[in-house]
């Protein structure tokens, strides 16, 4: 029995390293999973408050009023809006790969939505 024991317990602490190995690797995975999905949340929320805050300065600016209801927003206010937002949230811009016409598309919509 003794022998039996000795022969299998180097097999038995290489089977429970190996498991405990996976067990911490799958952690990982999900912890990475589950904050990558928070961060990129975030940045989401960061991206919709900038164009939003974006939107209400360039409508100060520009000084030109919404357009009616159907048309489309003036250039001047959409260019300013876009800057202001890759200005004030340039991380949630990279990391969400947002394009200039994504972000003129949102900026857009948002000040067709204002009024």
Known sequence: MQTLLDTLAPVAL???GTLASALVAWLALVAKQRLG???EARHRAALDAAIMT?????????GVALPPAGAPPH?????TAVDDVKRSVPDAVKRLRASEDVLRAKV???????G
Request: proline content about 0%.
């Open 108 to 114: 857009a919509a948002a000040i067709g939505g204002a």
């Open 75 to 79: 250039a001047a206010q959409i260019e």
């Open 54 to 62: 974006g939107v209400r300065l360039a409508l100060r600016r520009v």
């Open 14 to 16: 290489e089977l429970a």
């Open 37 to 39: 999905l928070d961060i």
